[in-house]
């Protein structure tokens, strides 16, 4: 509870003051406000506000629905939300909250909601939108949901690993900073070769013809199937020919296909690092064209000269099961006996020849040796001699061929890019390449959004309600992505780097360090006067600054309400 000594009352600030802005600067609250229907007599606070206050606390102390009241005890609302309503705690009780959940599913416009809000900020911030990637990650949950519900909550494959629980899915188009551009919840069985539809779908709703042809999409191999890439290159009277980069499935005929032409050519082009960091690998390509029904798509045969540790480890357990199963199979050889030298010797070569695709060196030996038999079963009789008999037995050693496995792992290390961006002076391989590689901006929010103490477990039981607070997540996820890109886009034109707690120095500081920086703030109020205490040093105020605002969003309330 908050302290109150002589009129004195301290505040556990941390970055709240500064989440509320960002969110003020992204108009989240005023577009909730003018698209989800509410009454201003019978509401005390609007759906937006209530909003609002939920992003506040998952992004600064991600509690359970049923205690962000007692969150916002420890607040100072007045600066969090302005002085034009007189907001209590107790307004974002569970059942408020609760309560706007339901405004905002009965809405029915999530999804448009939240690509309003997103396609506002990107146009306020002046965000290029030219490549955009695509991906989903899964929310793992547990309890029983009542209702009906329009979400799915179900089981499906999971990217938590955790195939035990329900779950649902959200979708992200982000751009190549990592700002989102659409959201959208999922069914928790949601294939992404079938949402991928969708997203294309989503994409000429939003953006007119002349800008979706500036527009590169990029996905994961997920993407490529005969329906997908038919529609992709499908033009239509509102839709141009998508311009798309992904990467051919493993699975698909032409990979083998590509893979070993290029090897056989061996007319490889430099494409050199990508990073700057000492250990980065290097590329080299080559491009192919070929038909997939009808339509020319260009193929990329790109080799690295670091090996997926991933595949690395799977190679290293497939050689290591493969040279089991041949120590095996040469016992059970040695074992039988032959009647001749040369039939010993063909069942070495019929050996040999079975297992020649593999990685090892085999040397076969054949040895006579002599086998001593009785006639009849059972305890020979005294006087009784065995009969000796010449016999044939096959020997193999299995060793290792370095240079069988150094080409498997050569081979293993390449993968194959298709695109129809076919003009290589505009495009060539390396951009390709480089445009494909920033898919890990997708996945980089991903890791954010799936931080244990931003997520945690959700306990809402209706699933109205789980697909409503999903959206207030996707916003959350977009207001923390924004801080970060803020902060980065301004220390770009700054000679020194951030200190980060722990005297970590940084020139692309992520959103959850930067939310670290401002843990500790506290708030002194005395009578309207204010006071920022226990900043430890010049670099949160500089985080402040680079983030566009200064410390008196902690001072004062904003101009006009929150």
């Not at 799977?314 to 089991?324: G, I, M, N, R």
């Not at 006996?337 to 990685?359: G, M, N, S, T, V």
Request: with cysteine; glycine share 6%; aromatic share 8%.
């Amino acid at each position: 509870m908050p302290v109150a000594i002589d009129n004195m009352r301290f505040f556990r600030a941390g970055p709240a003051a500064l989440i509320a802005r960002l969110c003020d600067v992204l108009k989240i609250t005023e577009i909730i406000d003018a698209v989800v229907e509410w009454d201003p007599v019978q509401c005390h606070l609007s759906p937006g506000t209530r909003v609002k206050a939920l992003i506040i606390n998952l992004l600064v102390d991600r509690e359970a629905l049923y205690h962000v009241e007692r969150f916002f005890e420890n607040q100072d609302l007045e600066v969090l939300f302005g002085t034009e309503q007189q907001i209590r705690a107790e307004d974002f009780n569970d059942d408020a909250l609760g309560r706007a959940l339901d405004k905002l599913f009965a809405s029915g416009q999530l999804k448009k909601l939240f690509s309003s809000i997103a396609l506002t900020a990107a146009a306020t911030h002046n965000v290029p939108i030219e490549g955009i990637h695509v991906d989903t990650t899964s929310i793992s949950v547990q309890g029983a949901y009542e209702g009906e519900g329009d979400l799915d909550i179900t089981f499906g494959f999971s990217k938590d690993h955790r195939p035990d629980l329900k779950q649902f899915l959200i979708g992200l188009t982000v751009n190549k900073d990592g700002l989102p551009i659409l959201g959208q919840s999922l069914d928790g069985n949601t294939s992404d070769k079938s949402w991928y539809p969708q997203v294309i779908e989503e994409l000429v709703q939003n953006f007119s013809p002349a800008k979706l042809k500036e527009i590169i999409f990029v996905a994961d191999c997920a993407l490529v199937t005969k329906d997908n890439l038919a529609l992709l290159v499908q033009e239509e009277e509102n839709k141009p020919a998508l311009q798309f980069i992904s990467l051919l499935p493993e699975n698909f005929g032409l990979n083998k296909e590509i893979k070993a032409e290029a090897f056989h050519t061996g007319a490889w082009q430099e494409i050199g690092n990508l990073s700057q960091k000492e250990d980065a690998a290097r590329y080299k390509s080559q491009s192919f064209v070929r038909e997939i029904d009808g339509k020319d798509f260009r193929l990329i045969v790109v080799h690295s000269t670091t090996l997926d540790k991933r595949k690395e480890k799977s190679l290293l357990k497939k050689w290591a099961k493969q040279k089991e199963t041949l120590a095996k199979a040469a016992r059970e050889l040695s074992r039988r006996p032959f009647a001749c030298d040369a039939d010993a010797r063909k069942a070495i070569e019929l050996f040999c020849q079975e297992y020649r695709h593999q990685p090892f060196i085999f040397k076969g030996t054949v040895t006579e040796e002599i086998e001593s038999s009785y006639a009849k079963r059972g305890r020979p009789k005294k006087e009784e001699q065995p009969q000796n008999t010449v016999v044939y037995h096959a020997y193999i050693q299995v060793d290792e061929d370095p240079e069988a496995m150094a080409q498997e792992k050569d081979l293993a290390s390449t993968f194959v890019l298709i695109t129809n961006l076919m003009d290589t002076a505009a495009y060539p391989d390396g951009e390709v390449l480089k445009e494909y590689k920033e898919q890990n901006a997708v996945e980089r929010q991903f890791r954010f959004l799936k931080q244990p103490v931003l997520l945690g477990p959700i306990f809402l039981k209706n699933k109205d309600r789980v697909e409503a607070m999903s959206f207030v997540f996707q916003l959350a996820l977009l207001v923390a992505a924004y801080l970060e890109y803020r902060v980065r886009k301004n220390l770009e034109q700054q000679e020194a780097p951030l200190i980060l707690p722990g005297k970590r120095k940084s020139t692309n500081p992520t959103a959850r360090a930067l939310l670290e920086m401002f843990d500790y703030l506290l708030v002194v109020k005395q009578g309207p006067d204010r006071a920022l205490i226990n900043y430890h040093g010049t670099e949160v105020i500089r985080a402040l600054e680079l983030a566009g605002f200064g410390k008196e969003i902690y001072l004062f309330p904003p101009s006009g309400g929150g």
